[in-house]
């Protein structure tokens, strides 16, 4: 039976996180740079419609959520709101989570 124990500390969560990944990827011998470079969720931007927060949660009008219902109109006004801040043509990906149709 083998135990092993690693305590990191750093500057900041980011910093310290890649802290840690650095010492369990040499400890295992991987390297993560292959899997990187196929990974469209890490080399492009993405947007996400999650549990449908963003889309509704109130404070979020700036990038045309927050409205009272979460339908098409709302992605159209995401849509629009990504569009006039010079971002649409940087996301490469659109998901659609199951809460967003009805599935029948």
Do not use: C
């Amino acid at each position: 039976f083998l135990h092993r124990t690693i305590l990191v500390a750093g500057q900041g969560i980011t910093a310290t996180l890649d802290k840690w990944g650095h010492f369990m990827r040499a400890s295992h011998k991987t390297n993560r740079k292959p899997f990187l470079d196929l990974d469209k969720n890490v080399n492009w931007l993405s947007y996400w419609t999650d549990n449908g927060a963003y889309l509704s949660g109130g404070s979020w009008n700036g990038t045309g959520g927050g409205g009272k219902y979460v339908n098409e109109e709302s992605f159209l006004q995401v849509t629009k709101g990504l569009r006039d801040q010079g971002l649409l043509k940087a996301v490469k990906i659109w998901q659609l989570d199951d809460w967003w149709y009805s599935g029948k």
